[in-house]
């Protein structure tokens, strides 16, 4: 098992410190994000995101909107989650092995015979290539700034507040 790491490598004073990639951060909470869609609505993860540095969006079959009721909830479990800090792993299986246990339509089929899983601790584990965070709290706060249904699809657009900022969260309005 191996820990994804994330060095900035610019000068010697930052290559030692822990810069962690914005998008690898929004990119880790799309995958808490579609894990409790999942466990609360019984979706697929998202079909389609857009994953940047400031704000983020991702797209579910679904089929209907979001009560604010729901919107919070999901938030609340997406930060319950982030609190636990689990660690975030990768492995590596087949291809046929990974298809006993994930869907593999997003993929293409040029991905490679071996497929990279990341693995949320006990939350989350898909086949995945991009960046991800090493624990949890490196994501920060993640909070959904709306959400929208149109045609069979339900968009929601979130943002994250870093984390262990003293005061003040003047640029995440
Ligand atoms: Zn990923």
Same mark, same amino acid.
């Given at each position: 098992?191996?820990?994804? *790491? ?5 000068? @010697?004073?930052?290559?030692?410190? $822990?810069?962690? #990639?914005? @998008? ?6 799309? $995958? ?12 697929? !993860?998202?079909?389609?995101?857009? =994953?940047?540095?400031?704000?983020? @969006?991702?797209?579910? $079959?679904? #089929? ?17 989650? =982030?609190? *636990? ?14 298809? *006993?246990?994930? @869907? ?15 693995? =949320? ?15 949890? !709290? ?5 909070? =959904? ?29």
């Amino acid at each position: 098992m191996v820990y994804i *790491t994330h060095f900035r490598k610019k000068d @010697k004073n930052t290559a030692m410190k $822990h810069k962690i #990639d914005p @998008k690898s951060r929004m990119h880790s909470a799309e $995958h808490l994000l579609n894990q409790t869609m999942v466990r609360m609505f019984n979706c697929g !993860r998202c079909f389609s995101a857009h =994953i940047e540095k400031k704000k983020s @969006k991702c797209d579910y $079959h679904f #089929d209907r909107s979001l009560t604010e009721k729901e919107t919070r909830e999901i938030e609340k479990r997406v930060n319950d989650v =982030i609190k *636990t800090d689990m660690p975030v792993t990768e492995e590596y299986m087949t291809r046929e092995e990974a298809r *006993t246990y994930f @869907k593999l339509d997003r993929l293409p089929e040029d991905a490679g015979g071996e497929l990279r899983i990341v693995r =949320i601790g006990d939350y989350d584990a898909c086949p995945c290539i991009g960046q991800h965070v090493n624990s949890l !709290r490196e994501i920060g706060t993640f909070r =959904i700034v709306s959400s929208s249904f149109d045609s069979g699809v339900l968009r929601i657009r979130y943002k994250i507040a870093q984390p262990a900022k003293p005061q003040g969260l003047s640029n995440e309005q």
